[in-house]
């Protein structure tokens, strides 16, 4: 049995994964503080909602998704459910195994994760680091459990910061290049629905070069950039406004907050 303690944005996603990928809704059990959105999942899934006690008492799996502020709390309350030889996994930024490990009984296994929102498509890109005590079995599982959702990959936990700034935050940038691009062809005179249609498939079809054709990103801009053309007219202006170094500080800001949030 598997158990997601918080349904909130990511706590559904990967519900709605583990049962897009074959797990029979009697499987699953969640645990939600606001009821109106247990009963609206309840509904929505067919799994069983339940209180953070029974959900630990009954799954031999125990995946936490609250907000990293709600974990120390979630861990009080659970710890003493927590049976020797079960798996607890988690996906809040900025927790690390070695305070998952403080606040549960001496020995349990687990595994910290940093998922990101694509999963709700099953393009997600999670990675994991396990706990001291998780053993390669149990890390296999954890990962088995992820890959219903997209790609998984483990990496040191020392990685993790810089995981949670690239992928975890990732689409949010995305996002927002997308938002402004959408806005420059309004600007330009377009409709925005046209607009949002041009950048959409834009960003689908460039994503998809970079993944299928395993060519790098500069030799893919390259090939976009005719001399004295429009691209290197557009790319001098984002050279200008020092954007590429705006994203490496960005990322660095994530990373930073994420280390805030371990209390590093
Ligand atoms: N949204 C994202 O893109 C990503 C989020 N995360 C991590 O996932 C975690 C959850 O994030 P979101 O889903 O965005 O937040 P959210 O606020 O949408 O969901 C958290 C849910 O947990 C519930 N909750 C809080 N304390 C509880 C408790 N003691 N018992 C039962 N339910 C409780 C809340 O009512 C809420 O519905 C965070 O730790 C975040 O760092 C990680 C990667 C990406
Ligand atoms: O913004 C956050 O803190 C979370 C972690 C990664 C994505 N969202």
């Known amino acids: ?34 009821a109106d959105r247990a ?18 008492t009954e799954a031999d799996t ?3 998704v609250v907000k990293p502020q709600d974990m120390a709390a979630l861990l009080d309350e659970i710890s003493p459910h927590v049976a020797d030889g079960n798996l607890v996994v988690s996906l809040a930024a900025g927790i690390t195994t070695e305070f998952l490990e403080s606040r549960l009984a001496e020995g349990r296994s ?9 999963a709700l498509v099953d393009e997600g890109m999670a990675a994991v680091s396990a706990g001291r005590h998780c053993v390669p079995e ?22 993790l910061d810089a995981v949670t700034a690239i992928s975890g935050s990732g689409p949010a940038y995305i996002f927002y290049v997308v938002e402004a691009m959408i806005e420059a062809g309004v600007v330009l005179g377009m409709p925005r629905a046209t607009a949002t ?14 993944r ?21 007219a557009a790319l001098r202006e984002l050279d200008d406004h020092k954007v590429r170094a705006a994203f490496i500080s960005a990322m660095e800001a994530a990373a930073i907050r994420s280390r805030e949030l371990s209390g590093g």
């Open 62 to 64: 125990l995946v936490l």
């Open 110 to 118: 687990v595994v910290r994760v940093m998922p990101n929102t694509p």
């Open 212 to 232: 299928d054709t395993g060519q790098h990103p500069t030799v893919l801009r390259e090939q976009v950039t005719s001399p004295g053309g429009t691209t290197a």
């Open 197 to 210: 249609e041009l950048v959409t498939q834009t960003l689908y079809g460039a994503a998809t070069m970079l």
């Open 1 to 34: 049995m598997v158990a997601i303690f918080g349904a909130g944005v990511m706590g559904e996603t990967l519900l709605s994964g583990l049962l897009r990928a074959g797990r029979p809704p009697g499987d699953l059990l969640i645990t939600e503080r606001r």
């Open 39 to 56: 009963a609206e999942l309840t509904e929505k899934y067919g799994v069983r909602a339940v209180g953070n006690v029974e959900a630990a």
């Open 138 to 159: 149990q890390l296999q599982h954890a990962i088995e459990l992820l890959a219903a959702t997209g790609k998984v990959t483990e990496v040191p936990e020392s990685q």
